[in-house]
């Protein structure tokens, strides 16, 4: 299946799940009771030549060997049934037996953050939801209700919330409720059990594909060809499914919190993320040229470059970036605006007033003094993380400074060659990124009309 027929198929579906919910349910359930029947069928033949092997070997015992020379003149067969037999056992018990990865982070427990667990504690008594078993912090702007099956795609699921400890600091105690509350409503009610499962289900047919493509017998590449044209259309069906739970998370939220603090929630999380990618990781990045060592307080500087970079004119530049956003068909997270457009809100004028940076944050409320020590953690790890890199670059753009003063001076004294002209933009470029090159490259498009890397950086 190509990315069009995906499309179409996902398009389709959710015509179909607008239109009629509960049919198409029904329709997720039937697809997904075939993939059971696949497994079924494939487990139930893998056993058979199983049993067959077996059988002849305890005929070979049992007569004493009088039937080891009928074992003698069957031994290619029997090897040509034991390698797909294997290949497939070793597929399907694998895909029935599968586990999620570990999942990374700093654990914290309730004694550390007490303030956090009781607005835990009061949501999971409110929607009367499953357990959150752990908390784990990142050091990421996200959140996450993450459940890993003990027994593969049967589930008995331990479930672990993860808080990106730059999205608490980003956000308002309330705000960061509206977050937890969606995450939770991927766990509460039968939806979330039922989606739970067909995530789990989606995951291992995905694995279980990837493990196909290694089979190269006869017999497995049979399985195989099954396999592949199932699981993506299995995936693509229940695509909708995964997007429709996402408006279905937020309308918990805003039930738990109310519509206008699950709004205003959406719209700090995109600000947040917009002002992360396209101004604090840059300004960070600036700074390699000048410090040969990463900076050690990166958590507090986030908290403090928000306050100082998100003015009102700001926050609705990428308010109105976010809105400008489509959904993507290959995301089942919609866009910013449809999410909004759900609760009945927008991304107006009036709301990037109010969403100034919050005066106490969400990490500063529940974690209070804990908060300098899990920051220093997080800031610890990245450095080690970085450290190697960051000199390397640090050298590299020490090297161009020298090389541009030199250009400098050849320019002031005789002048550049073409080569020379070009060498020092790029060099401009790399050490200044907002530097204005339009002079430099104009420069060079006066003796090289045709220098094709200066038209395309000036188009």
Not at 310 to 321: H, M
Request: proline share 5%.
């Amino acid at each position: 299946m190509d990315s069009n027929q995906f499309k179409d198929l996902v398009a389709r579906a959710e015509r179909q799940a607008e239109a009629d919910p509960r049919g198409y349910l029904l329709r997720v359930c039937g697809i997904a009771a075939l993939g059971l029947g696949i497994l079924g069928v494939v487990i139930g033949l893998a056993l058979v030549n199983l049993a067959l092997i077996a059988g002849l070997l305890l005929l070979v015992i049992i007569t004493g060997g009088k039937a080891l020379l009928l074992f003698l003149k069957l031994g290619k067969l029997l090897v040509l049934l034991a390698l797909p037999v294997w290949a497939m056992l070793r597929a399907t018990f694998t895909l029935l037996c599968a586990r999620f990865p570990p999942l990374v982070g700093r654990e914290i427990g309730s004694d550390e953050a007490p303030a956090l667990f009781a607005r835990l504690a009061a949501l999971r008594e409110r929607i009367a939801g499953p357990r959150v078993h752990r908390v784990l912090l990142t050091d990421e702007l996200n959140a996450a209700i993450v459940q890993r099956p003990r027994l593969g795609i049967f589930g008995w699921s331990e479930n672990t919330l993860i808080l990106g400890l730059r999205l608490l600091q980003a956000v308002s105690e309330d705000e960061a409720m509206a977050v937890v509350a969606h995450e939770y409503g991927h766990l509460a009610g039968n939806h979330g059990r039922f989606a739970g499962f067909i995530y789990r289900f989606r995951s291992a047919w995905g694995r279980l594909q990837a493990m196909s493509e290694q089979w190269s017998d006869w017999g497995s590449r049979l399985i195989a060809r099954l396999f592949r044209w199932y699981a993506p259309r299995f995936n693509a069906y229940t695509f909708a499914l995964a997007r429709q739970n996402e408006y279905l998370a937020d309308r918990t939220s805003a039930e738990l919190v109310g519509a206008g603090q699950a709004a205003d929630a959406l719209m700090r999380v995109g600000i947040a993320a917009r002002y992360e990618s396209e101004g604090f990781w840059p300004a960070i990045q600036r700074r390699i040229a000048r410090e040969p060592e990463p900076p050690a307080g990166r958590s507090l500087l986030w908290r403090q470059r928000q306050r100082e970079g998100l003015d009102a004119e700001a926050r609705q530049r990428y308010l109105d970036a976010a809105q400008r956003e489509a959904t993507d068909p290959f995301d089942t997270h919609p866009a910013l605006v449809d999410r909004l457009a759900a609760l009945g809100a927008c991304a107006d004028p009036a709301a990037a007033q109010r969403l100034a940076p919050p005066v106490t944050s969400a990490a500063e409320a529940w974690f209070g003094s804990l908060l300098p020590v899990l920051s220093a953690e997080f800031d610890r790890r990245w450095c080690d993380e970085v450290s190697g890199e960051w000199k390397e670059r640090h050298e590299h753009l020490g090297r161009l400074v020298a090389r541009i003063a030199e250009l400098d001076a050849a320019r002031a004294a005789a002048g550049l060659t073409r080569e020379e002209r070009w060498e020092y933009l790029c060099a401009v470029e790399e050490t200044d990124p907002e530097s204005d090159l339009m002079p430099l490259l104009e420069e060079v498009l006066r003796d090289e009309p045709d220098h094709l890397l200066a038209l395309f950086r000036r188009g």
